[in-house]
């Protein structure tokens, strides 16, 4: 069972790919982050969305290269925390 409340969340915006690297570089493996809190398929598709998909994008290939594993945790409808997990 994932206490989602022991998970740090990062912060979104322009530093947001380079404060996931920082997470992934420092933190030992098992360790996991929050890298988004919402419902990303529907933020993605709005304006202000370009942070956020340049840092699922870079998640996405973290977990394509097996360095991160990813999981949801939903707290209400539309309303999900996306966790990676450091796995390599």
Do not use: C
Not at 73 to 83: L, M, T, V
């Amino acid at each position: 069972m994932i206490d989602i409340q022991q998970i740090p969340t990062l912060e979104y915006g322009d530093n947001a790919v380079k404060a996931f690297t920082l997470w992934y570089k420092q933190k030992p493996l098992g360790d996991s982050v929050v890298y988004f809190r919402g419902f990303l398929a529907e933020y993605l598709s709005t304006a202000k969305s370009e942070g956020i998909d340049k840092m699922q994008t870079h998640v996405l290939n973290m977990a394509e290269q097996e360095k991160v594993q990813l999981t949801q945790f939903r707290h209400a409808e539309k309303d999900y925390s996306y966790i990676a997990k450091r796995v390599r």
